[in-house]
């Protein structure tokens, strides 16, 4: 099995940037696609992105998309998954999960194996 820990949340302005990290130990890294949903108060997890095993394809929910970047280094003593957000906008406050698939990878939350504990992204207008 994989452990996933995310860092990098915190408070930003309406248009500034943040970029999180989010770190796996255990198995070898490269076997997972990698994903990043959120979770706003009193609403659904949400799909921001994913990313395939190799890091060579990404794609992205429609409310992020142009403004976030998924990236990641499988290189076995960094083993992260990274999410540049830009333009970052008050509706992006959430806690920010990241999350592991033994498979390929998808928007759906429930294909995800392993997921981290979560860090809380806010955004203030």
């Known amino acids: 099995q994989v452990h996933l820990v995310e860092s990098g949340g915190g408070l930003a302005q309406a248009g500034g940037s943040l970029r999180l990290s989010c770190a796996a130990s255990?198995?070898?890294?490269?076997?997972?696609?990698m994903a990043w949903f959120r979770q706003a108060p009193g609403k659904e997890r949400e799909f921001v992105g994913a990313?395939?095993?190799?890091?060579?394809?990404?794609?992205?929910g429609d409310s992020v998309k142009g403004r976030f970047t998924i990236s990641r280094n499988n290189a076995a003593d960094t083993s992260t998954m990274y999410l540049q957000m830009n333009n970052l906008k008050p509706e992006d406050t959430a806690v920010y999960y990241c999350?592991?698939?033994?498979?390929?990878?998808?928007?759906?939350?429930?294909?995800?194996?392993?997921w981290g504990q979560g860090t809380q992204v806010t955004v203030s207008s």
């Open positions: 999350a592991a698939d033994v498979l390929y990878g998808t928007y759906d939350a429930n294909d995800y194996d392993y």
């Open positions: 255990g198995r070898t890294f490269s076997g997972y696609a």
């Open positions: 990313i395939n095993r190799s890091g060579g394809g990404t794609y992205y």
